[in-house]
């Protein structure tokens, strides 16, 4: 199996808050993790590639200072929304690359929906 | 950089009948082309994939075609059923076997309604 999770499922912050999404990949060990950003009704665009013991990749126009992301463990990466604003609102959804026995394969998590207020 | 098109938007179908979504894409480096289901509220699951050493892959009422002459690629669903319905994405990237820098780029999006 490929199992991704996300947490929290969900979360309500108010602004100026700053709130951790966690990301883990439960049954397999992932060297790389990516963030997206999925507004409604709209595709998913990748904010970063984070890489175990390394620092993130960051997309052109993602504020690296803002979307802090952490790759500590070959099963977790964590995404920080610091000093959040209600434009930060989103559906937020990790994935993490899966060797498989041709090549690498991604698998998502369940994503995480922040509403700051 | 890479550029995804999918079309259609919107899909309807009755129960029953099949389901024909298109991408094109424009890097002819790209050589993984997954694509995921994503329902209301829910992360994007992996349905099916192909790579490009492939021109065709089926998975049960699910078959993907690759043609990589006109880089473009298609997924068809079969006889499909009312849990059909979500939002269908194509994706491409490259370095899928080298795992290098993978970016998976991403179409707009297929919604999918299928009527009972």
């Known amino acids: 199996g490929a199992v991704v999770s996300q947490h929290p499922s969900w979360v309500i912050c108010k602004s100026g808050t700053s709130v951790k999404i966690e990301c883990r990949s439960l049954d397999f060990q992932a060297t790389t993790m990516f963030w997206y950003r999925q507004f409604p009704k709209q595709s998913l665009m990748l904010m970063a590639t984070s890489n175990e013991g390394s620092k993130a990749t960051y997309e052109q126009g993602v504020e690296k200072d803002k979307f802090l992301i952490n790759h500590a463990s070959l099963t977790l990466s964590t995404l920080t929304v610091t000093s959040a604003h209600p434009e930060d609102s989103s559906f937020y959804i990790c994935s993490a690359r899966k060797p498989g026995p041709v090549g690498y394969e991604q698998y998502f998590g369940p994503g995480t929906r922040l509403t700051v207020t | 950089g890479e550029n995804v098109e999918q079309h259609p938007s919107t899909l309807s179908v009755q129960e029953g009948d099949s389901a024909v979504i298109k991408c094109t894409y424009s890097d002819s480096a790209s050589n993984y082309f997954p694509w995921y289901k994503q329902e209301l509220g829910k992360g994007p699951q992996l349905i099916i994939d192909?790579?490009?050493?492939?021109g065709e892959k089926k998975d049960q009422r699910i078959a993907v075609t690759l043609n990589k002459t006109a880089k473009h690629f298609s997924l068809h669903i079969t006889e499909t059923q009312p849990e059909d319905s979500a939002v269908y994405f194509c994706a491409a990237s490259k370095n899928f076997y080298s795992g290098g820098y993978q970016k998976v780029t991403f179409g707009i999006g297929t919604k999918l309604q299928v009527i009972p």
């Open positions: 192909i790579r490009s050493n492939v």
